[in-house]
């Protein structure tokens, strides 16, 4: 995680550079909960920690839990993969027929 984060974050800022008026709360919600997330991940690769630390670990934590909601909408339960699963089953019979 420690060189594609950086990455994750540049590519996610490009793609988001220029929304629509409507959409400007949730790039910037979804830009905010992917920058903590690279954040917490880069403090946890650290080999040794300052008593200060666990705070900022702690605040980008929140942050990603403050903010994630912005991409429920793209989660999808078992019973939705399952059913994902059958109908391209479905469709891949129905290509060899």
Sequence with gaps: MRNPGPCISATL???LRNPHS???HDFKSAMKCVSALVDLSLLAQY???TPDTPFYMEGYLQTVYRTKDIFLEFWTSKAMRAE???HDQDLRELMVN
Excluded: D, L, P, T
Aim: net charge positive; glycine share 8%; aromatic share 16%.
């Design 84 to 86: 994902a699963n059958r």
């Design 22 to 24: 409507s959409q400007y």
């Design 13 to 15: 800022g490009s793609a």
């Design 47 to 49: 080999r040794s920690y």
